[in-house]
């Protein structure tokens, strides 16, 4: 949900006022979407609706009630996606061409080979294709932003004021969040994360060091720095703004991050970072591959060595997008 954050700022640019609702499994979208003004419906589909066949149904047919002008199906290679859009009703059905049997149904097609390579960048080029096929416009994609309020920043700044007092961490150079949870062959082991935040904190004494907690309650870096924990998106994101900057493991939260708008640098070790990495000002993604926890933390120190350094804080320099190899 948080990669189609740019395709929502898409479709407000280029049409203004224009209503859009929003089909998602799950329900995350209705946090994520919460404060977007030209969001009108969020229908929040149950998880695996095979299982709750009556829930999925009905909300299915209060769906086709309306007949759209145009409907998207952002995603390359997803039947269930494709299998919506042909089920609801629309003048227009836009999507990627990655298959003859899935064209039919569709009005619009756009060769999967035009896709970028990044998966929030996607829905952008097809909005985009749609409106103006003659002109391939590749640059300036929305970032992710999920769009706090003033209110919640302030909330997350206090809370991660909060935290870094409580823990007597000096804190004369900025707060560092960390997130070290993830999935299968994505998650580094405990043994690494302590490694590299030493090699962090070696590196930037005076930097404070705060965890966000996973959703199962518990610390992945042994409990040895002050965390902070929310079941919420919302408020997890909040907190993240709250810190100057985020260093997780490729994972949904890395995503939040970056959609909080703090500079966010991913870890990657498996998954295709040109896919999945962080992107726009601030933000970078590191291939770990090969690499010891010490020299990963060298060359994220290195990124930010200036913002490190400076008394105002990480975000006393301005970072341009990186990659770091």
């Avoid at 047919?61 to 629309?90: A, Q």
Wanted: overall charge positive.
């Amino acid at each position: 949900m948080i990669l189609v954050t740019p395709l929502i700022a898409e479709l407000e640019r280029l049409y203004k006022g224009a209503e859009i609702d929003i089909v998602a499994e799950g329900d995350a979208a209705a946090d994520v979407f919460q404060t977007f003004a030209h969001v009108r419906n969020i229908y929040c589909l149950p998880r695996r609706g095979f299982k709750h066949p009556l829930v999925f149904l009905s909300k299915i047919l209060k769906i086709r009630k309306t007949h759209y002008d145009l409907i998207i199906d952002p995603c390359l290679g997803s039947g269930f996606s494709r299998g919506l859009t042909k089920v609801f009703k629309g003048r227009r059905k836009l999507g990627f061409d990655d298959g003859a049997a899935r064209r039919r149904g569709m009005t619009h097609l756009v060769p999967s080979a035009m896709a970028p390579h990044h998966m929030a960048k996607r829905a952008v080029m097809l909005v985009r294709w749609y409106s103006s096929p003659h002109k391939n416009d590749l640059e300036d994609f929305p970032v992710l932003d999920i769009r706090l309020t003033d209110a919640e920043k302030r909330q997350g700044e206090r809370q991660i004021r909060d935290i870094v007092v409580a823990s007597d961490q000096h804190n004369t150079s900025g707060v560092i969040g960390l997130f070290a949870e993830a999935t299968g062959k994505k998650r580094y082991c405990q043994d690494w994360w302590n490694e590299f935040v030493t090699a962090v904190r070696l590196a930037s004494p005076a930097c404070s060091i705060v965890e966000i907690i996973p959703v199962h309650g518990r610390s992945m870096l042994d409990s040895k720095w002050p965390g902070y924990y929310s079941t919420s998106i919302r408020r997890m994101a909040s907190a993240m703004a709250g810190v100057d900057m985020m260093i997780s493991a490729d994972c949904g939260v890395m995503h939040l991050a970056v959609a909080s708008g703090t500079p966010t640098v991913g870890m990657f070790c498996v998954t295709d970072a040109k896919i999945y990495g962080p992107y726009g000002s601030h933000n970078a993604h590191l291939v770990t591959e090969g690499l010891s926890p010490q020299q990963a933390a060298r060359k994220v120190v290195g990124l930010y060595r200036e913002s490190f350094t400076a008394p105002a804080g990480l975000r006393a320099v301005d970072h341009l997008e990186a990659t770091l190899l």
